[in-house]
């Protein structure tokens, strides 16, 4: 004898009012079974009863949250023939008096949801930052944002160091080209950049870049420019090797009194001023330049910082 087709399975699990009840409502919001026998005033029981007949239908899935199941009707997995069922059932159930009382029932839920997230955020505005960086560790936001760079960019990161920001920058962008004067930092990043196939490491000065004109879309300088005898030189060199309407960044230490950091780490300059800076900036090629002191970290010894935006003249 030939099996059942399976739409008649399907009809048979559409076949209770109940069950479409709870489909609708699983199709809207993920919901646990408490939160289904608030909406649909009915005994935990009979709720879980209908739940596994859909389950084992294939009409809902759940995933666990804590020590609950959140539903959701699985749309995605039913075959479009059970789909089309669906929405002509869903249909003929739109009119019905338990449906308006549902919705109703429903937002109240939601609502009720809403007000104990609030609770939450309330008792732990304090503390929310600490519990953040516990979750989620100090830089998550950061490196989110890195999303932001256009995914066509050619990125200069000029005086790349350890090649730390190359790395973190290489699965955004074209291409990075790394550029470090230091014999010791070029064989940390070689090391740390070996194998990434979009950075290119090149070993040169700052002031005489080995890069042709234009190729850059984007250029950073993190940390750079207080190491280097001449920082006029080097913004001129970025503005050449950037395309009209490239961009550049700068972030270095703001103007300080530590003169123990030029023997300690061989800092050229005490950091600098802003309009120093800007002034530097507009007599390399560039225009649009934005200065910002940056929020200063508690746990952080050193000086205060800003960060530099210009545009490459076009």
Known sequence: MNAAPAILSWMTSLADATRVRVLRLVERHELTVVELCAVLQLPQSTVSRHLKVLADD????????????????????????????????????????????????????????????????????????????????????????????????????????????????????????????????????????????????HRGDLAALPLDDGTLDVALLHLVLHHVPEPAAVLKEAARALAPGGRLLIIDMRRHERREYQQQMGHVWLGFEPEQLTGWLHEAGFDDVRIHTLPADPAAKGPALLSAVAVRRK
């Open 58 to 201: 294939g009409w809902v899935v759940w995933r666990p949250e804590g020590t609950s199941r959140l539903y959701h009707l699985a749309v995605n997995e039913l075959p479009p023939a059970a789909r089309r069922l669906w929405t002509l059932t869903r249909e003929q159930m739109a009119q019905a008096l338990a449906t308006e009382q549902d919705d109703q029932r429903l937002a109240s839920v939601l609502a009720e949801r809403q007000s104990r997230s609030q609770a939450f955020f309330s008792s732990a505005a304090g503390k929310w930052d600490k519990l953040r960086r516990e979750l989620f560790g100090e830089r998550f936001d950061v490196l989110g944002l890195l999303a932001l760079f256009e995914p066509t960019w050619r990125v200069g990161d000029l005086g790349c160091g350890t090649g730390q920001t190359s790395e973190m920058l290489a699965p955004y962008v074209r291409r990075v080209t790394a550029v470090e004067s230091s014999p010791a930092m070029f064989k940390a990043a070689k090391a740390r950049l070996a194998g990434i196939p979009n950075v290119e490491l």
